[in-house]
């Protein structure tokens, strides 16, 4: 080979090194400009639902919707991720499935009493998620009362044909009624498309069985309790019992704070009062509210809805709307 064709072959070489460098460069710069704008968009969402969350939690029963650029949120206990972004709660109370994927939030608030008020309970969806409640009494007739039209879900009486939707995840709610043998109609949907809760008992409390799909059968996951018809749609809307119990566990603590408060009230009240019947009312309810707190604090700190533990406050609350009734016809001071 001459000179000039070494030359020649060895200039070829180099501008193909050089230039596969260059590409290298350029692809590098690309992705991690796009990385970074993908960070830059989950962080935003977050921001958005953090948005959702203040705002929404601190009005009841308005049931909004806001628009997102196409993404999954994954909800776990006290956290919010969108990709490789999250967001740690100390203490969120917040009822949803445990994947939001779409363009679009649906979220609203209901009020947790007992029988005064502790917090609003936030609930948070995708219309991409359809609620399937299957009962034939009243509790079934209410869950379907107290949740918003706005919301995608349909009621029955008896287990409908359900027709496969593309995108769609489908969560039935069995209310006193046995599960059932599983739905024909469903069994070859994806197994993480499909979820099921079963409820007994009544709005005052109940029982909460949590099921996920596996094939041509129901699996259960879990079990826990509730007290209240609100808080029951908080299970609603749980795509687990873990989750469920996570965000009661927060709402059992502000109902622990703010028993603890009006506990302090009663007592004050307690103090001033002459009225030898009121006294007796007054110091009923402190016994009540301090029992409540306790109650309260205990379910907070094992992170589990006790059946025990709902049944006192149950009893303690029921106690107290007959002391405050009794304080309202004496023309007392109230206790909440």
């Known amino acids: 080979m001459d000179k000039k064709g070494f030359e ?15 590409l290298l460069l350029f692809s590098s710069i690309i992705l991690k400009q796009k990385s970074i704008s993908d960070t830059t968009t989950k962080a935003a969402i977050l921001k958005n639902v953090e948005s959702i969350i203040a705002s929404n939690s601190a009005r009841e029963g308005i049931t ?109 709610i069995f209310v006193n009624i046995p599960e059932g043998s599983f739905p024909a109609s469903i069994q070859g949907m994806p197994d993480d498309d499909v979820t099921a809760l079963k409820v007994q ?68 009240l307690l103090a001033q009062t002459v009225n030898s019947e009121c006294v007796l009312a007054y110091q009923s309810s402190k016994d009540s509210f301090d029992k409540i707190k306790t109650s309260s604090a205990l379910i907070s700190e094992k992170r589990q809805i006790l059946t025990n533990e709902l049944n006192k406050i149950s009893i303690e609350s029921a106690s107290l709307e007959e002391n405050n009734q009794k304080l309202k016809i004496r023309s007392c001071p109230l206790v909440y």
Do not use: H
């Open 64 to 172: 909004t919707s806001t628009d997102i650029p196409l993404s999954t949120i994954e909800i776990s206990c006290n956290k919010i991720t969108s990709g490789k972004v999250s967001k740690q709660f100390s203490s969120l109370i917040l009822f949803s499935p445990l994947k939001i994927t779409g363009t679009k939030l649906l979220a609203t608030s209901k009020e947790f009493s007992s029988p005064y008020k502790a917090v609003n309970m936030l609930f948070m969806s995708s219309p991409n998620v359809k609620y399937i409640i299957i009962g034939d009494d009243n509790l079934a007739r209410e869950i379907n009362k107290s949740i918003s039209d706005k919301w995608n879900k349909g009621f029955f009486t008896a287990m409908p044909e359900i027709k496969y939707e593309k995108d769609t995840k489908y969560r039935l």
């Open 201 to 268: 008992g009544d709005d005052a409390k109940g029982t909460l069985t949590f099921y996920s799909k596996n094939r041509a059968s129901w699996k259960e996951n879990g079990k826990s309790n509730y007290i209240t018809k609100n808080l029951l749609i908080g299970a609603v809307f749980s795509g687990s019992n873990e989750n469920y119990d996570c965000a009661a566990a927060n709402v059992f603590s502000r109902l622990a704070l703010v028993s603890g408060i009006n506990s302090d009230r009663a007592g004050k």
């Open 8 to 22: 020649m072959q060895f200039n070829w070489i180099f501008v193909l090194v050089a230039g596969t460098a260059i």
